[in-house]
Nanobody
């Protein structure tokens, strides 16, 4: 069974930093695009940042200059470094990945379970 497991959420004060991690496990051949989404209470899920297998990145305007997405292909892991956090960054953050699996060979779009980030004094 292939799955994504997230870690790193928590409570942080405004202006603080957090680093989220998301590791894929199972019968993985390769991983294409990976990304982070978030959903605040009463709002739709939105893309925060994404990174391709070639490490091209894109960010939501609201996080540009504050968040950095990166990946370690050897560990099948994607990270989100979040700096200068604001109260409006409070949300559940979800990892997303397009994972190429074996047996049979196919691409699955997977989601993590979500990790809560709360920015508050």
């Amino acid at each position: 069974q292939v799955q994504l497991v997230e870690s790193g959420g928590g409570l942080v004060q405004p202006g603080g930093s957090l680093r989220l991690s998301c590791a894929a496990s199972g019968s993985i051949f390769s991983i294409n695009a990976m990304g982070w989404y978030r959903q605040a209470p009463g709002k739709q899920r939105e893309l925060v940042a994404a990174i391709t297998s070639g490490r091209n990145t894109n960010y939501a305007d609201s996080v540009k200059g504050r968040f950095t997405i990166s990946r370690d292909n050897a560990k099948n892991t994607v990270y989100l470094q979040m700096n200068s956090l604001k109260p409006e960054d409070t949300a559940v953050y979800y990892c997303n990945a397009a994972v190429v699996v074996l047996g049979p060979y196919r691409t699955l779009e997977l989601w993590g379970q979500g990790t809560l980030v709360t920015v508050s004094s």
